[in-house]
Each structure stands twice: as C-alpha cells, then as structure tokens.
C-alpha cells in the first residue's frame, strides 16, 4: 500500500528535464512517473530557481505535458504553521540532491535525473505501489 496524499516537491531543469536553462531541457521520463505519483494522490510542488518569462515556461512544460501543480515554489498550507521560508514536502526530488540517482548521455554536460531508478525508489520507498 503506497503512501498517499504525499506532497513532493520537484526541481525542474536536469530533474523533470535535462539541463537546457534557461531553455527547456528534453524529455527524460519524468512525465509517467508524476502522473502514477498524481494517480496515488500526491500533490506536486514546482520547486525552483527559475523565476519570470523562464518560470512561466516551466510552466507550460507542465500545462503541455498535462501535470497540474498543487503550488510554485511554496507550500500553500504551510503558513498555518510555521514562519519557515523553506518549502515543506514529504519528499524533494532534485538532481542536486544527495542520492538522487542520475544519468549521463552523450552530448550533455550535466547528469540528469534517473527516472527508471527513481520510480523504483519510490516504489522501495513506499510512494508508489
Ligand atoms: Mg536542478
């Protein structure tokens, strides 16, 4: 039984895509993974640098790929309860984050995140079944 209603907060360039900033990075099967994380009840957080005319492209990346975002770059419930500027997540999925499994491919610079590895870290993890 997977944990429900987690709320993860998700980076964006090198973790949803590869590292293209202020571009927008390439597909790297993040999309089917965050749909099963949606389908189990989690809610996402757009957690990232990127601020302005780069946030709002962020944005459609998700709106295109049909990924509704519970928040950007906060937690809307967690005022409530503390003053803290850090936003609050059961889980941070990051490619700068320690652990976060990643990959190399040809042509890029920069490790991106591990999807396949991810999803079966959730699932290790019990967030997904
Ligand atoms: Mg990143």
């Given amino acids: 039984m997977a944990i429900r209603n987690a709320i ?5 360039d090198g973790t949803v ?10 597909d790297i099967g993040a999309v089917p993974v965050l749909r099963e994380l949606l389908d189990n009840g989690c809610r996402l957080i ?6 302005g005319k780069l946030l709002d492209d962020a944005l459609a ?3 295109r790929n049909d990924i509704p975002l519970y928040a950007v770059n ?3 419930t967690q005022k409530e309860w ?8 059961d889980l941070y999925i990051d ?8 990959k190399f491919a040809d042509g890029v610079k920069r490790p991106f995140v591990n999807w396949v590895k991810v ?10 079944d």
């Avoid at 490619?95 to 990643?102: E, I």
């Avoid at 999803?119 to 997904?128: N, P, T």
Wanted: glycine residues 8%; proline residues 8%; charged residues 15%.
């Fill in 61 to 63: 990346w998700f709106k």
């Fill in 8 to 12: 993860v907060a998700l980076d964006f």
């Fill in 74 to 76: 906060e937690n809307p």
């Fill in 17 to 26: 895509v590869t590292h293209a900033y202020p571009n927008i990075g390439n």
């Fill in 119 to 128: 999803r079966q870290q959730l699932v290790a993890d019990g967030f997904l």
């Fill in 95 to 102: 490619d700068s984050g320690l652990g976060c499994p990643l």
């Fill in 46 to 51: 757009l957690y990232t640098m990127r601020s």
């Fill in 82 to 89: 503390t003053s803290s500027p850090k936003v609050h997540a």
